[in-house]
């Protein structure tokens, strides 16, 4: 019962909050950098996170917000799976127009773990990985404080959506219809993978 004025207060504070500015992450490159980091992105959508991730990181990382933005708008128009090709490319939170960080560390050999719901945004980002040579691995599963099978997905989501999570009900017109897909727990994908630092780690679940 102590437990639920401070769980509202924070349910209070994410519902009233607004796509992550860069400038918190400017004042902490320098704290967390290191030689050999790892970057978990729970969430990924299309991958926007990693991708800045690595410009602010990864030694001679050169892709940026735009090529990014531009293979995968192509993608999704070559394969008609758009929700809104260009607009729908860019995201809810439009990283897309994102500048260079503004602080960049760069030398580090820097890895990516992208775990994403949508199964047509997780081929999106298993293309994008490949073309632009991304060091790190797509997974996907839906984020969880448990492994299993049995959560719910919803079907007939266009590719470049992102603001659905796993529910039964409808959203933004999308049919109700669902299917079961992997839930995981970063404790035990870190634990799996032998993993014991995570150097960045982002979380954007519904």
């Not at 959508?45 to 030694?59: C, D, E, I, M, T």
């Not at 632009?132 to 590719?159: N, R, S, W």
Request: glycine fraction near 8%.
């Amino acid at each position: 019962s102590h437990a639920m004025p401070l769980c509202n207060a924070s349910l209070a504070l994410a519902l009233a909050s607004n796509c992550p500015a860069s400038s918190w992450q400017d004042v902490i490159t320098h704290a967390v950098a290191s030689p050999s980091m790892l970057f978990i992105n729970a969430g990924a959508n299309k991958g926007f996170g990693a991708n800045s991730f690595l410009q602010r990181f990864h030694s001679g990382w050169t892709v940026t917000s735009d090529q990014w933005h531009n293979f995968q708008t192509e993608q999704m128009q070559r394969t008609k799976r758009a929700r809104n090709t260009i607009k729908g490319a860019c995201g809810a939170c439009h990283q897309c127009k994102d500048p260079p960080p503004q602080v960049v560390f760069g030398k580090a050999n820097a890895k990516v773990i992208a775990i994403e719901l949508m199964t047509s945004n997780f081929h999106l980002l298993q293309s994008t990985f490949r073309h632009f040579q991304v060091p790190g691995t797509v997974v996907h599963a839906a984020v969880g404080d448990v492994d299993g099978l049995g959560d719910i997905e919803p079907v007939l989501v266009k590719q470049g959506q992102e603001n659905l999570g796993i529910s039964i009900g409808s959203a933004d017109g999308v049919d109700n219809l669902t299917r079961q897909v992997t839930l995981l727990s970063l404790d035990n994908l870190t634990a799996s993978r032998g993993i014991s630092d995570v150097s960045w780690l982002t979380i954007d679940t519904e």
